[in-house]
C-alpha cells in the first residue's frame, strides 16, 4: 500500500505533448530525432568561452555605471533562503528585506523575487503582498530532483496553491546525463502545466552536467519545453554558477529568440557573492544576449550573502567613505 | 671567460594581507632608498582598495584571534620572536641601510624589538589581572570588568623608527587580541616587509596582520572614515593631517591614539598606554549562587 493522498497520483500520466515553435515543431518526434538534434548544436569551445569571459571580466565600471549598475543588480536580486532550518519569521524578515533593502535610503530598489521553499511560500506571499514583488518557490524535490514524476508534480501544485508566483524546478540530471532527453523534456512539459499561471524557471544544476556541451544541450532542452527562465544551480552543489556556463547559456537564450521569436531569462545561481562577480555577469549579459535581457523580467541573479555586498558598496557610493559589516543585516 | 661576478637579483616587494603576499591592486610600486640614496627594492605602493580589502582580511580574522585564549595568544606571538630572531641579520642590515646607523647602533635596535616583542606576548595573559577587576557591590551580586579587544586597528605606523617603532605600536594591538591593519614607514618600509615574512611563517592566523607598504597621508582618510575599523593610531601621521583624520575618525566614533608631537625615544619603557587604548571594558553583573 503507498501512502499518497490522491489515489490517482501514483498512476501513469501521460505528459501532456507540447506544440514546439516552428523550425523545431518535430525535434521531439522520437528519443533518437530529440537525442541527434540536441548532439547536432554545435559544440562549445571551453578554451574561447573561458577567455571571452575573462577579457568581459576586465570591463572597468566605474561612478555613474556603477551606481547603475548596483541598483540593477539589486532589482534582479532573488533573495533566497533554502535551508532545513528556515522558519516562518526568517522568511518574514527576508521579506521585509526584500521590500526595503537597505531602511536608511528610500531610494534604494527593491529586489526582484523572494525564493523559498514551497510549504513557506504562503508566509512569503503574505509579507509580501501589495509589493510588486514575487514569490519564487523551489519544487520538485529540489535538490536533488529524485522522486517520481506524480510527486514532483504534486511538489509543484502545492506551492503554487500556496501562492508561489514563479516555480523553480530541477530537471532530473540522472535521464539527463544517461542520453534520455525525451524523459527530461516530457517532465519539463507537465512540470509547466502543472504551474499554471506561475512562471517556470528550469534548473540546470550546471555543476552536475561537467561539460559546456552538455549545459548548451540542456539549455535548448529546457527551452523548447517551455522553460520561461533557465537557471544555472540550485546552489547546492559546487561549481555553481560560473562564468562560462552563463555565457553559454546567455548565448542559447539570444539563439532561440532568434529562431523562435521567444525570449527566455537566465538566472545564474550560487556562488555570486560581491558586487564585482555581479557586475561581471551583467556585463556579460549586455555583450552576449543584449540590453533586452538587463531587466528582471529576463535576467535575475540568485543570492543571499550578495545583496548586503551591493548594499555596501551603494552605501560607499552614496557617502564617500568604506562601509561595514555592521551597517546592513544579518539574515 | 667573460663576466664571472654575479648579477644581483633585484627585490619587488609585495604587501602581506590576509596571509598572502600579493602585489598592491593598483599594480603600483615605488623604489626604496636607503639613507644616502641608493637603491635598495621596490616595494608596493598600497592603494584604497588594498586598505579596503585589508580591512575585510582583519575583520575576518578577528572573532578567531580574539577568541583565542590569552595563554594562546601569548605563545603564538613568542613564537614570532623566536623567528625574528632567526632573521636577526637580515633585520640589522636592512635597519642599518634604511635608518643609516652604524651596525653597532643597528643590532641594538633590532635587539631591543624583539624584546619589546617577548615583552608583549608575556602581557596576553596578564592584562585581564591587571586591567580587570572584581567590583565591590552592595547586592548579592559577583561585579567583574575584563578587558575585552576593540576589533580591527588600523595603525600608521612611525616613519623613522623601522623596526623597534613598527613592532612597539603592533605588538600592543595584537596583544589584547585586536587585529590590524599597519601603514607602515613610507621611506624605510624593508624591515616591515621582512616582519611579514616571519609573521607569515609563524603561527598568526592570516589577516590577524596586514601590512601596506606606502603612505600614510594617502591611506589614512579611508582608514580614518571607514566604518569597520574600531579604532586608529595615528603615530605615523603627517602631523599637519593628524587633527583632519582625527575628525573623519569621529564619524564612526573610533578610539583614536593621536600622535605624539615627535616621534619619541622607542627604547624608552612603553607602558600599559598603547594596550588599554585597544581594550574595551566590559562589566558583567552575576547573581550570587544560593
Not at chain 1, 577567455?51 to 576586465?58: F, P
Not at chain 1, 523575487?113 to 509579507?127: F, N
Not at chain 1, 533557465?230 to 555553481?240: L, Q, R
Not at chain 2, 607569515?200 to 589614512?220: K, M, R
Request: aromatic share 6%.
Amino acid at each position: 500500500m503507498t501512502h499518497v493522498l490522491d489515489p490517482h497520483a501514483l498512476t501513469a500520466e501521460t505528459p501532456p505533448r507540447r506544440e514546439l515553435p516552428t523550425p523545431y515543431a518535430d525535434v521531439t518526434r522520437s528519443e533518437s530525432a530529440f537525442r541527434a538534434f540536441l548532439h547536432g548544436l554545435p559544440g562549445v569551445d571551453q578554451v574561447g568561452a573561458q577567455s571571452r569571459v575573462a577579457m568581459l571580466g576586465t570591463r572597468s565600471i566605474k561612478t555613474t555605471s556603477k551606481a547603475w549598475a548596483i541598483d540593477t543588480a539589486i532589482s534582479m536580486v532573488d533573495l533566497t533562503t533554502l535551508e532545513g532550518a528556515d522558519t516562518p519569521g526568517k522568511v518574514r524578515s527576508l521579506a521585509a528585506k526584500a521590500r526595503r533593502p537597505d531602511p536608511t535610503d528610500p531610494g534604494c530598489p527593491p529586489v526582484a523575487a523572494v525564493c523559498v521553499y514551497g510549504d513557506l511560500a504562503g508566509i512569503a506571499k503574505e509579507a509580501l503582498a501589495g509589493t510588486g514583488i514575487n514569490v519564487a518557490a523551489v519544487a520538485t524535490a529540489f535538490p536533488s530532483g529524485r522522486a517520481s514524476l506524480a510527486v514532483k508534480l504534486a511538489d509543484v501544485r502545492d506551492a503554487v496553491a500556496n501562492g508561489a508566483d514563479e516555480i523553480d524546478m530541477v530537471i532530473d540530471r540522472g535521464a539527463f546525463l544517461s542520453g534520455r532527453y525525451l524523459d527530461v523534456f516530457d517532465e519539463i512539459v507537465a512540470v509547466k502545466e502543472a504551474c499554471g499561471e506561475a512562471h517556470l524557471k528550469v534548473i540546470l544544476e550546471t555543476g552536475e552536467l561537467v561539460t559546456l556541451d552538455a549545459v548548451r544541450r540542456a539549455s535548448w532542452l529546457a527551452m523548447l519545453a517551455g522553460g520561461d527562465f533557465i537557471k544555472t544551480s540550485t546552489g547546492k552543489v559546487s561549481p555553481a554558477a560560473t562564468l562560462p556556463v552563463c555565457l553559454v547559456m546567455l548565448e542559447a537564450v539570444r539563439d532561440f529568440r532568434a529562431a523562435t521569436g521567444r525570449q527566455v531569462g537566465v538566472k545564474p545561481a550560487g556562488g555570486i557573492r560581491t558586487t564585482k562577480d555581479a557586475v561581471k555577469h551583467l556585463v556579460l549579459v549586455n555583450e552576449t544576449a543584449g540590453p533586452d535581457w538587463l531587466t528582471p523580467d529576463r535576467f535575475r541573479i540568485g543570492a543571499s550573502s550578495l545583496l548586503n555586498d551591493l548594499l555596501l558598496q551603494r552605501q560607499k557610493l552614496r557617502t564617500g567613505h568604506y562601509s561595514g559589516p555592521d551597517h546592513v543585516s544579518v539574515d | 671567460m667573460i663576466g664571472n661576478e654575479r648579477l644581483a637579483v633585484r627585490k619587488t616587494y609585495k604587501l602581506y594581507l590576509g596571509g598572502a603576499f600579493p602585489r598592491s591592486e593598483s599594480g603600483r610600486t615605488y623604489e626604496v632608498h636607503d639613507a644616502k640614496g641608493a637603491f635598495l627594492a621596490n616595494a608596493a605602493w598600497a592603494s584604497r582598495k588594498d586598505a579596503r580589502d585589508a580591512v575585510v582580511a582583519a575583520r575576518g580574522a578577528f572573532p578567531k584571534w580574539s577568541g583565542a585564549t590569552a595563554y594562546n595568544r601569548g605563545q603564538v606571538l613568542y613564537r614570532v620572536a623566536e623567528v625574528m630572531e632567526g632573521r636577526h641579520a637580515q633585520f640589522c642590515e636592512e635597519v642599518a641601510a634604511g635608518e643609516g646607523l652604524s651596525s653597532g647602533r643597528a643590532r641594538a635596535a633590532v635587539d631591543a624589538a624583539i624584546d619589546r616583542w617577548v615583552w608583549y606576548a608575556g602581557w596576553t595573559d596578564k592584562l585581564a589581572a591587571v586591567l580587570g577587576s572584581a567590583n565591590p557591590v552592595a547586592g548579592p551580586y559577583f561585579d567583574f570588568s575584563l578587558p575585552e579587544p576593540t576589533g580591527v586597528v588600523a595603525v600608521l605606523a612611525p616613519q623613522r623608527s623601522s623596526l623597534l617603532g613598527l613592532v612597539s605600536v603592533l605588538a600592543p594591538v595584537l596583544a589584547g587580541g585586536n587585529t590590524a591593519v599597519v601603514v607602515t614607514s613610507r621611506e624605510r618600509p624593508l624591515p616591515a616587509v621582512t616582519l611579514g615574512e616571519v609573521l607569515a611563517t609563524s603561527d598568526v592566523p592570516g589577516g590577524v596582520v596586514n601590512l601596506l607598504t606606502g603612505d600614510a597621508a594617502e591611506l589614512g582618510p579611508w582608514l580614518a572614515e571607514h566604518d569597520d575599523v574600531d579604532a586608529i593610531d595615528l603615530t605615523g601621521a603627517p602631523a599637519e593631517r593628524a587633527m583632519e583624520f582625527e575628525r573623519e575618525a569621529a564619524g564612526s566614533i573610533k578610539r583614536v591614539l593621536r600622535p605624539p608631537a615627535v616621534e619619541p625615544d622607542w627604547s624608552a619603557d612603553p607602558g600599559l598606554t598603547r594596550m588599554r587604548t585597544f581594550l574595551e571594558t566590559k562589566t558583567v553583573w552575576h547573581p550570587k549562587g544560593f
